[in-house]
């Protein structure tokens, strides 16, 4: 079934949205509940294939799962492991379940789990997870593309990280909960998701201190002090912004619910600075519009609480119609300007070298058919033809199910028009306020 969002571009965002559950969170929430020997529950979860695939790795060790859909809730019984194996037919459909090693090992001293290799935003190497591990007392090799690790005894290190990666922290955190001493994470990742992970696991009976900064502190504690807990995942920082952008770009009005605001103060500022309006209404919602050509500006992606890389093809559908040239350096990935290609055939003015990409704001983008190479680059490509003139069809959009909840319906709900289709299937509108095709 090949399925494709089809766009007519121009009708301003209008009314109010609501966010979802953290996509990156959840992914490690669910790793992280393999840790304990009981039944976890957690709410707040978004309905995503990334979601799907992450159950069925860990129901593949022997978890059981329920996954109340309706609920937006996830039953996890880890009473009892059967495999320490997770495969690579599961592990290189999404790289993010690289995240069980640490688990399974603190768990069962013990994980062999497929290296999750490049994709195509960039090399995405694991060798921080590794050496962090190694660090903690495993024995590690790399065997027929398995990271095989295994401990008789796990024991707190001091780990320094050459970079604050996000995967490489929650692996490491995960492998110390369960160690014999303390584990110092020293220039450790700070986003949010990070401190999502740390009160989930305290919450469990963990003790994991100072997430959040940039020193991680975690006094292993025994394994039956951990205990089965009820969670509710962090909204989705990314996704709202996502939103904010979209309503922004077809200068509509908005609301975004269910958002904490902090965990999007850098983005928010650039927004500021460009000419848009934002104004928190409560601590969970804010209140998003813009009336006027925005202006340029400049940026670079860093790690939390930098401008966030997976906001950066949003940033640059905003550069292409501003007034002025506007310059973005990609510090995080190697190939993260997916989006250029395609925002170019609409019209815009982006001249990419290496990491940098220098867009001169035009008056207007074009619709055109657009193929989503990744998720981000994919979702960006979708406000790109919401704000757009005329027509466009964008295809390869099992990507951006990856990581945004009924997208095309929220959008809808905003008064956008935006239909899915399978391809030779007569137009079929799913729910939304707008109950006929546009076509
Ligand atoms: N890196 C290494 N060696 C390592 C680990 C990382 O060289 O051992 C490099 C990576 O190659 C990359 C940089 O460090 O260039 C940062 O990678 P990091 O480990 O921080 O990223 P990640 O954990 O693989 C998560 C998110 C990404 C998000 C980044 C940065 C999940 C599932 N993914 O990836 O989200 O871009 O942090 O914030 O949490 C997305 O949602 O679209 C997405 C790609």
Not at 116 to 141: N, Q, S, T, W, Y
Not at 164 to 172: F, L, Q
Not at 195 to 210: C, E, K, P, R, S
């Amino acid at each position: 079934m090949v399925e494709k969002l089809y766009i007519k571009g121009g009708t301003p965002l209008k009314g109010e949205v609501s966010i979802g559950g953290a996509k990156n969170s959840v992914l490690k929430l669910i790793a992280a509940a393999l840790l304990v020997k009981g039944v976890t529950k957690i709410y707040n979860v978004p309905q995503l294939t990334d979601v799907d695939i992450m159950l069925q790795v860990i129901e593949q060790l022997g978890a059981k799962i329920d996954y109340n859909k309706e609920e937006k809730s996830v039953v996890i019984d880890a009473t009892t492991l059967t495999s320490v194996t997770a495969t690579y037919e599961l592990v290189s459909k999404m790289r993010a379940s690289f995240v069980v090693l640490g688990a399974l090992f603190s768990r069962c001293k013990e994980a062999k789990v497929a290296m999750p290799g490049g994709c195509a935003i960039g090399e995405r190497r694991v060798d921080f997870h590794i050496k962090g591990l190694e660090a903690l007392g495993a024995k590690i090799k790399i065997e027929n593309g398995y990271v095989i690790a295994k401990a008789n005894k796990i024991t707190g290190a001091e780990i320094y990280l050459d970079i604050p990666s996000v995967g490489a922290t929650e692996n490491i955190m995960l492998a110390a909960v369960l160690a014999e001493g303390s584990t110092r994470i020293q220039n450790a990742a700070q986003e949010p998701e990070i401190v999502d992970l740390a009160n989930f696991l305290n919450t469990m009976g963990a003790d994991v201190n100072g997430a959040g900064t940039s020193e991680i502190i975690i006094n292993g504690v025994k394994q039956n002090q951990l205990h089965p807990i009820e969670y509710t995942t962090i909204p989705d920082r990314i996704e709202a912004g996502t939103y904010m952008t979209a309503i922004i770009a077809t200068r509509g009005k908005g609301i975004i619910k269910n958002v904490y605001p902090a965990h999007l103060t850098f983005y928010t500022d650039k927004l500021l600075k460009m000419g848009a309006n934002i104004k928190l209404l409560d601590p969970t919602s804010i209140e998003v519009s813009c009336k006027n050509r925005l202006n340029s500006i400049n940026f670079i992606t860093q790690p939390y609480p930098g401008f966030p890389t997976d906001l950066q093809s949003m940033a640059m559908v905003l550069l292409t119609t501003s007034n002025g040239v506007g310059i973005i350096t990609e510090s995080l990935y190697e190939n993260r300007f997916m989006q250029v290609p395609d925002l170019n055939r609409m019209g815009a003015d982006i001249h990419q070298d290496r990491n940098h990409a220098i867009i001169k704001g035009v008056k207007k983008l074009s619709g055109t058919t657009l193929t989503a190479s990744d998720l981000r680059a994919g979702a960006a490509l979708v406000v790109a033809a919401m704000m757009a003139d005329g027509d466009s069809v964008v295809e390869k959009i099992h990507h951006i199910d990856r990581g945004y909840e009924n997208f095309e319906n929220k959008l809808r709900l905003l008064g956008g028009k935006i239909e899915r289709r399978n391809e030779d299937s007569q137009p079929n509108l799913t729910e939304g306020t707008h109950n006929e095709s546009y076509l």
